[in-house]
């Protein structure tokens, strides 16, 4: 009899850990396609007619793609009937479609108004961003049809979402744009950068990850024995939640941090945040919350993504493509700081946010400086501008973190609702002043080498 109990114990062990993977693999899914493309700027910018400015309308771009969850919010709040698992399904698969197209695709150009622009990669791309910007509203509810330990292997696949891209684009190298090369029809040709393999093959593997994802909610959606291990989870608690969750609009446009969020959300119940009022924020420190957390949006999701091509690449794509692979990395670490190290000091708070105000002001500077900014052609200044990239980015993910977590713990009505708006807000304000000042005014400057297509 205890042989029987035993083999049943073995053959439970080894479902749990097919439904970790399986979870893993779709928590992937949630950002790896935005992540992807973005790190591939770098090498994109060299083949784009927007060249330097490609970043401002990829972010801008990411920042419509709101116009998804904020349908399926109306939708929830007129109690339509929402078919869950299908909106996610549909969603997987336009997401594994737009990153194959993308394979072939990114470098197609289209003429509007007597010029060209890159409208597949942007088409593309809002395809791919619908995905991160669903993930809350429809992937965490889903999840809590599972046990809550599963939620840990969704969030290890949300963080993967940007560290498998970035591995990917190390191995691929940095490349070097003083070898590009000017056809007879002007075009550059990007073949000569010493790259170990094109973006073809770059986008090539982030589709293979994005179906494999799409797998993986299939069988976890419809296999047999998947669905005897999560029945007695499919009731209360989901509906619960998917009624919170809506209320919570997400970040969806941090293309760095926005891995952070969500795993720190989980980590914040283990470890929640007393603030030093025993009555919560008070009134006008809320409000200064939240006003610091639309600044920080402000900048980390709009501001800084798109300038950050007049920073670095004045110190050559080996600065620009280290800088933005880095903090993909940056961002599990801060994940990692708010687990050890819980902030609940508002002093602590403005220290840090006086430090990102300082780095954040000398990246600018160098973009504004462009394209001849100081230490240009030494490797202090590549070292310098990498590090401060990759800091900034890592604190600023840390400080919302923490801001979030604050108003979490408050147990006010709506709390994070209003955090979220206003997130939200402040992102796609950054993404628009951006976009305006540098396609409309001359404060950002282009360099002359490779840049003109």
Known sequence: MSD????????????????????????????????????????????????????????????????????????????????????????????????????????????????????????????????????????????????????????????????????????????????????????????????????????????????????????????????NKNSVHRSSVNSTFNEAQVNVPDDCCNIRAQNVKHSSLKEINKNPIICDNSEGLTKQMRYYLFLLLGICCFFSNGFFPSIQSYSCLPYGNVAYKLSITFAQFANPLACLLAFWFVVSDIKVINYLSTVCLIIGSYVTCLALMSPTPPLQDTKLGVFLVVVSWTVLIGLISYLKLIIVSLFRNTMLPKMLFDAGAIMQVGSASGAIFSFVAINFTGYFQVHDVCTKL
Not at 92 to 107: I, K
Not at 160 to 186: H, M, R, W
Not at 220 to 225: K, V
Request: glycine residues 8%; negative net charge.
């Open 4 to 227: 029987v109990s035993t083999d049943v114990n073995v053959y439970e062990e080894k479902c749990r850990v097919i439904v970790h993977a399986l979870i893993t693999i779709f928590g992937i899914s949630t950002w790896i396609g935005i992540n992807g493309i973005y790190i591939q700027v770098p090498v994109l910018i060299n083949t784009s007619p927007e060249s330097w400015t490609l970043p401002a309308y990829l972010v801008l771009v990411i920042q419509s793609a709101n116009v998804g969850p904020l349908f399926y919010t109306i939708l929830k709040h007129f109690r339509y009937k929402i078919n869950e698992p299908w909106w996610i399904l549909c969603l997987l698969f336009s997401g594994a479609c737009a990153m194959g197209l993308l394979t072939f695709f990114y470098s197609e150009r289209t003429v509007i108004g007597g010029v060209e622009h890159s409208l597949a990669l942007f088409i593309l791309t809002f395809f791919n961003a619908l995905v991160g910007c669903f993930s809350s509203v429809l992937f965490m509810p889903y999840l809590l049809n599972f046990n809550e330990n599963y939620l840990v292997s969704y969030f290890v696949g949300e963080g993967l979402s940007g560290v498998l891209p970035s591995i990917v684009a190390l191995i691929q190298g940095i490349g070097d744009n003083s070898e590009c090369e000017t056809s007879k029809n002007d075009t550059t040709n990007s073949t000569g950068f010493g790259l170990k393999f094109s973006p073809n093959d770059y986008f090539l593997f982030i589709f293979v990850i994005l179906f494999l994802s799409l797998t993986a909610f299939i069988i976890l959606e419809y296999s047999s024995f998947v669905r």
